[in-house]
């Protein structure tokens, strides 16, 4: 079966029935979204848009972390729902807007509500599918799953409008948010782990970020991701100038070479697997990173309409190499009571680089001719991928040598290899907190950032 074995997995099904209709209302939203700004203000829907962007932005980055620092201790499943039916809530008041100030507060609950499902949902899958090959064969089919949306949404969306208004689509999304959450209602999600956390509440909200930061691999992977976004942005932002100003097209013809990058995407969906059956996730990712940064410089050549269809698929293609890996390398790069908080700093961190991709796509089509745009963003790729190449250690070790001051303190805990101490007989059962001591050692085991290595070891 391929890359369809992990619906096998009943859990799993429910789950991914969940994502594909809640993409497909989303996908309807967005063509709404785009057509209701209009409306709100003829003169100036490009900046409404741009606005709408950089909220959504604000609320991916601000709300993620305080999620992953707390979702533990909530029921997944119920949460999950929840968020399905509060987007639900927010999607259909937005065609009750009459300002844009009222539109940009919807769309930060709405988004926020996204920040708070989409890295639980992410961190989920790994404990609904233990065995790696599944669960990269499942991040596969979560990535065509969107390509596949993203390329039937607009011409759904085209359709319903020959025979309903816009603001149907609005209500067309909510229906599918309630949809998804009685899909997601049905799978049976295991619970959280207890964390081992201590300290307050910049502790907690914290933890991810400084998680992730300081490990190597992790930073390879957010600076390939900032080459993805990059590659990206000049589709999203600058297809449309390229085709209507240097090529002097109609409209119409933008939307048929954007598909190409659409269909780039699943070709490398369905063959990654295979992939990383044979090659490491790092070389597998930094291939996709070299890829976005030659497909950029093959702009170079001022393709014509037919030449930017090789160019965004090969940006496509790409794209998916370096995306669908991430998923594989942030569950091997934690411990399991702690991938809520690394997949909500990925989150947070990876939409901050597509942040930065807008800017300086939108800065550079702004600013510079079209083959200048290509050069400034194919050498800000490569550059980014060299980066990637740097603080991604080619010898990744998996297990590493390390040693442990002497010290004592409190925390929620199991006996582990950290855990080996005497017991009074009034202390709970595992896991649980009191005062423990752990001498000055020094072993080898899988090494991860967690409550006791907060530094990456010195090699």
Not at 60 to 75: D, F, N, Q, T
Request: aromatic share 10%; with cysteine.
């Amino acid at each position: 079966m391929g890359i369809l074995t992990p619906l096998s997995n009943r859990n799993f099904l429910w789950l991914f029935l969940s994502q594909l209709v809640s993409l497909l209302g989303t996908g309807l939203m967005t063509v709404a979204l785009a057509l209701f700004a209009f409306d709100l203000s003829p003169a100036q829907a490009g900046m409404v848009l741009g606005g709408a962007l950089a909220v959504k932005m604000i609320a991916y980055v601000s709300v993620a972390p305080v999620v992953g620092g707390y979702i533990h201790r909530l029921p997944r499943r119920t949460w999950l729902a929840s968020l399905h039916i509060g987007r639900a809530v927010v999607v259909a008041l937005l065609p009750l807007v009459s300002e844009i100030w009222q539109l940009f507060i919807l769309v930060f609950f709405l988004n926020a509500l996204a920040a708070g499902f989409t890295p639980v949902y992410q961190a989920l899958l790994p404990d609904i599918l233990p065995d790696e090959k599944e669960y990269t064969q499942a991040l596969s089919l979560s990535r065509l799953a969107m390509e596949i949306e993203s390329l039937l949404s607009p011409a759904l969306a085209a359709a319903l409008l020959l025979v309903v208004s816009y603001s149907v689509l609005f209500e067309l999304n909510a229906v599918a948010f309630v949809v998804a959450a009685v899909s997601l209602s049905l799978a049976n999600v295991p619970k959280s782990q207890a964390k081992d956390r201590s300290g307050g509440l910049w502790q907690h909200v914290s933890f991810g970020f400084k998680s992730y930061l300081r490990t190597p691999r992790l930073r390879g992977v957010l600076a390939l991701n900032l080459v993805l976004s990059i590659a990206g942005a000049m589709i999203i932002v600058n297809t449309v100038v390229y085709v209507r100003s240097v090529l002097g097209l109609d409209e119409e013809w933008v939307p048929l070479v954007m598909i190409a990058a659409g269909a780039g995407s699943v070709v490398a969906a369905i063959l990654v697997p295979g992939l990383l059956d044979r090659y490491t996730s790092r070389t597998v990712m930094l291939v996709g990173g070299a890829g976005l940064s030659l497909s950029l410089f093959c702009g170079l050549v001022e393709p014509t309409y037919i030449g930017l269809f090789p160019i965004w698929f090969l940006i496509g293609f790409a794209s998916s190499l370096v995306l669908i890996p991430t998923g594989l390398v942030l569950r091997n790069s934690c411990q399991e009571q702690d991938r809520n908080d690394y997949f909500s700093a990925n989150f947070a961190l990876t939409h901050g680089m597509w942040l930065i991709g807008y800017l300086l796509a939108g800065w550079a089509g702004a600013n510079l001719s079209m083959t200048g745009a290509f050069a400034c963003l194919g050498i800000s790729a490569l550059l980014a991928t060299l980066l990637a190449m740097k603080v991604w250690p080619a010898n990744d070790e998996t297990e590493m040598w390390h040693e442990h001051d002497e010290t004592e303190h409190l925390h929620l805990h199991v006996h582990d290899e950290h855990h080996q101490h005497n017991h009074e007989g009034w202390e709970a059962p595992e896991p649980h907190a009191h005062p423990h001591y752990h001498p000055h050692m020094k072993h080898r085991h899988k090494f991860v950032i967690d409550e006791h290595h907060a530094h990456w070891p010195k090699q």
